[in-house]
């Protein structure tokens, strides 16, 4: 297969493509770099299934079509401007690259009659009770401009597969972390309590911190997509992913720290997109797609700490 991933040097892109490659795919990486690095890649720079690392922008029509080369089978569509507070800030730019970024390859995929892969988020879902798991049917509500978008997304590729029968799949991850993933303040929960940790910091928990999160790690996830890409006989699906597991926020930081976990208690920034609980039902993904995730909480921190840990060190010699 010959896979094209757009947002191929973020967090979860540059995983996807360790693993395409690793398992001899072809693959072809488009990213603006707005939030991914080449360093994700260092380790698959020289591969020879790693085609081309294209700089250029999903909204960008040239930039999209010049990606299209001969022989692309997929479409990993993870390019997107994922950070809720700059969406906040700025929704033009989120609905800039999340929708227009979307339509353009989708677009092309069509074009040359490409499966599209369309990477949306459990954002989408609105506010569930303690326990409830979320599944494919549960109601959704943009609560943030960032779930508003993929909405969007989401619906855009539906509408190619019903209107014009192109094959598509779009996804539903829930929060996803590891290694490569940023700890500054943009980052994900996990990164950002381990490296306080790893620094001595207290954590500063938004609200009461009772708020739950599914916790996917990386490498699961990373299994997930790519599954999803190769999976020709499914299309026309939404389908989540996550462990089945709710941590709430200050359990976390108990796991982080042991009993010296030191927390400091702030107000929400956007309280309006806070989504109290999340739970992932992801039986719809172990069916269609094999998956189960394999990784447990605690040896995903304990990587994802080694991994920060190794990065400090790196800093400081
Ligand atoms: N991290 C999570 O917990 C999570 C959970 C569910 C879904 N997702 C989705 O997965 C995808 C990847 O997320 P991530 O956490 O790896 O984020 P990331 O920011 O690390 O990766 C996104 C990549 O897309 C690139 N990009 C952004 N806008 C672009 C544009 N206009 N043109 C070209 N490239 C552009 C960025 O430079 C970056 O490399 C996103 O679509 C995100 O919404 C993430």
Redesign the pocket.
């Known amino acids: 297969m010959r896979v094209l991933v757009?947002?191929g040097?973020?967090?979860?892109?540059s995983r996807v493509v360790e693993r395409l490659l690793a398992d001899d795919h072809d693959v072809v990486v488009?990213?603006?770099?707005?939030?991914?690095s080449r360093d994700n890649l260092a380790a698959v720079e020289s591969h020879s299934g790693l085609r081309d690392v294209i700089s250029?922008?999903?909204?960008d029509e040239a930039a999209v079509a010049a990606a299209w080369q001969p022989g692309v089978d997929v479409c990993l569509h993870?390019?997107?401007?994922?950070q809720v507070q700059k969406t906040l800030d700025e929704p033009q730019h989120a609905l800039r690259?999340n929708i227009i970024?979307t339509y353009v390859p989708l677009m092309e995929a069509r074009r040359h009659d490409t499966r599209f892969v369309f990477?949306s988020?459990?954002m989408v879902y609105g506010s569930a009770d303690a326990g409830e798991s979320l599944d494919e049917g549960s109601a959704t509500v943009p609560l943030s401009v960032y779930a508003a978008t993929?909405l969007a997304g989401e619906q855009a590729t539906l509408a190619f597969h019903h209107t014009y029968g192109l094959p598509v799949l779009v996804l539903r991850?829930f929060?996803?972390y590891g290694p490569f993933q940023k700890a500054s303040q943009e980052g994900?929960v996990v990164s950002i309590f381990l490296q306080n940790s790893l620094e001595g910091c207290r954590h500063r928990v938004f609200g009461d911190g009772t708020q739950t999160r599914d916790l996917l790690y990386i490498d699961d996830c990373a299994d997930f997509v790519v599954r999803a890409a190769l999976a020709e006989h499914v299309t026309g699906e939404i389908v989540n992913a996550g462990t089945g597991r709710e941590t709430s926020v200050l359990d976390l930081a108990g796991l982080v720290d042991g009993n010296n976990s030191q927390v400091e208690h702030v107000p929400h920034i956007h309280s309006q997109c806070e989504i109290e609980h999340m739970l992932c039902d992801a039986s719809k993904a172990e069916r269609l797609l094999e998956w189960t995730p394999r990784v447990e909480l605690e040896d995903g921190l304990a990587r994802t700490r080694a991994w920060l840990a190794e990065q400090k060190e790196g800093t400081l010699s």
């Open positions: 757009t947002g040097a973020g967090f979860i892109g488009l990213d603006n770099f707005s939030n991914g250029g922008d999903v909204a993870l390019a997107a401007e994922g690259d970024g990477m988020s459990c993929k991850p929060n996803t994900g």
